[in-house]
């Protein structure tokens, strides 16, 4: 049975995370939501897109979440690291790995479109990789003050 102490220090600790956790689907929401209206008219040329999206959403939105509630323990790197890899996956997944090619038809005919996009897939690729460099440098830090707490 929980006591009522127990209760306390869960509400006061937890109502908070579980607030700003609620706030931040919130913001992060609205751009992919408004994004995918203004998509929209072009989603005969992309049928892929949307479902690609909502899944990236839901799946950056979790990550989100498991964040604000691992925060101020070791996890919370953990969890940025895995964000960051899984971001780089789906950016070299959706852009079937830097070349985008498109069949268009025009009157009748089919018009294919091959677009290069390696230059910015590795720009995206190379955020990432320093965003995984930076949770894991935090996740150090992180370990060293709480060995530098116990020895004081």
Do not use: H
């Amino acid at each position: 049975m929980v006591e009522k102490g127990q209760t306390k220090t869960f509400a006061r600790k937890f109502v908070p995370r579980i607030m700003k956790a609620a706030l931040l689907v919130v913001i992060t929401y609205l751009p992919f939501y408004f994004l995918s209206v203004f998509i929209e008219p072009f989603q005969s040329f992309f049928p892929w897109y949307a479902p690609t999206t909502n899944l990236f959403a839901a799946v950056f939105m979790i990550f989100l979440v498991v964040g604000v509630f691992t925060s101020g323990t070791i996890y919370q790197y953990v969890f940025g690291v895995a964000r960051a890899l899984v971001t780089m996956i789906f950016f070299i997944y959706v852009l079937n790995g830097g070349i985008v090619a498109l069949a268009v038809p025009v009157e009748g005919v089919s018009v294919n479109i091959m677009v290069d996009l390696r230059v910015i897939l590795a720009m995206l690729v190379l955020v990432c990789l320093l965003g995984i460099g930076k949770n894991v440098v935090q996740a150090i830090d992180f370990v060293s003050a709480k060995v530098e707490m116990k020895e004081l």
